[in-house]
């Protein structure tokens, strides 16, 4: 079993930044395929960010140009830097752990086994 927790969100400006993290525990890899997800209130959730193990890192084209996702693999942590934001990025996030160990993710949330709570993203005008 492993556990997700993210922490970071919060309410920022228009045109701020938020570096949102995820905290990983229990029976935990860092080669597993990590990712971010978000879901907007009457929305479906869908892919921000996922970044192998061992591979490559994806982006959603929304977030390209203004999002990096990094992981600590000592802290068996990961991470969601994101900039410019706008009130269409308000949302709950989601961290997610895949155990498929993909050279390159994939924006499936069947790529996924584990999930975060979800930490709360709002940007004003």
């Known amino acids: 079993q492993v556990r997700l927790v993210e922490s970071g969100g919060g309410l920022v400006q228009a045109g701020g930044s938020l570096r949102l993290s995820c905290a990983a525990s229990?029976?935990?890899?860092?080669?597993?395929?990590m990712g971010w997800f978000r879901q907007a209130p009457g929305t479906v959730r869908e892919f921000v960010a996922g970044m192998a193990g061992i591979g490559s890192s994806t982006f959603a084209d929304s977030m390209k140009g203004r999002c990096t996702i990094s992981r600590d693999n000592a802290k068996n942590t990961l991470y969601l830097e994101m900039n410019s934001l706008t009130p269409e990025d308000t949302a709950v996030y989601y961290c997610?752990?895949?155990?498929?160990?993909?050279?390159?993710?994939?924006?499936?949330?069947?790529?996924?086994?584990?999930w975060g709570q979800g930490t709360q993203v709002t940007v004003s005008s």
């Open positions: 229990g029976r935990f890899f860092s080669n597993y395929t």
């Open positions: 997610a752990a895949g155990t498929d160990r993909r050279v390159v993710p994939r924006p499936f949330e069947g790529d996924y086994s584990y």
